[in-house]
């Protein structure tokens, strides 16, 4: 069984009704990324990026996952299929897919203020100001921030050097360490991009772009996989 490794950015989310702090006025929901996805600013200012991200995960868990979704978690029928993504959405798990690896955490647990490793599953929407983790520290989304580190990069640098076919799907490629791992793709394995508008990449190998948004490109690329 061959191994499907899928890189997934911002894209994908966006045609489930997802903004991201990529939009064209540099807002991220009208607030400026410093303010709310920083550990200064969670030390500045603690109740107002809580609220931000409760919004935000309200707006996650109303959003449904998209016809790209499906159609990467059908992909199991015939491949080992490993989806890195660097959203902080549940999408992918809810459309069924099984291996998915978080590189910038995911909204829907909490976790600990002084020790990310501690993480809960959250009841509803909210993380509450003076709900704390074991340790007695108030508890923050689990959501990597600017100026954090990355702890699963290394796990998905590992992912990428084992693939037999990589798929990139929405995303600019503009965020590091993320944007690095496609260099960790073998110079003979097939690499597809899906976006409508295909980023810059400097790889080894042929590389096939199809200039479509997700919900068109993923599944017309998983239809011809499951075929082969």
Not at 95 to 111: D, E, F, K, Y
Request: net charge negative; proline share 5%; aromatic share 8%.
């Amino acid at each position: 069984m061959k191994n499907i490794v899928i890189l997934t950015g911002a894209g994908i989310s966006a045609e489930s009704g997802l903004k991201t702090f990529r939009d064209s006025d540099g807002l991220w929901e009208g607030y400026n990324i410093q303010d709310v996805a920083t550990p200064e600013a969670w030390e500045h200012n603690p109740v107002m990026v809580q609220q931000f991200y409760n919004e935000r995960r309200k707006t996650v868990l109303e959003a449904k996952p998209n016809a790209a979704h499906y159609a990467l978690a059908a992909l199991e029928e015939k491949y080992k299929v490993t989806i890195i993504t660097q959203n902080i959405d549940d999408l992918h798990e809810r459309a069924g897919s099984s291996t998915v690896v978080h590189l910038h955490g995911i909204i829907t647990r909490s976790q600990s203020s002084i020790n990310p490793e501690l993480t809960y599953p959250i009841d509803g929407w909210e993380i509450k100001m003076g709900e704390m983790c074991e340790l007695g520290s108030q508890l923050r989304a689990h959501v990597v921030w600017f100026g954090e580190p990355v702890p699963m990069i290394e796990h998905a640098a590992m992912i990428c050097t084992s693939a037999d076919i990589f798929i990139l799907i929405g995303s600019s490629l503009a965020v590091y360490p993320a944007a690095g791992l496609i260099g960790y793709i073998d110079r003979d394995v097939p690499k597809y991009i899906i976006d409508p508008n295909i980023p810059s990449v400097n790889v080894r190998g042929e590389v096939i772009k199809i200039q479509e948004k997700a919900t068109i490109g993923v599944p017309a690329l998983v239809d011809e996989l499951l075929k082969d």
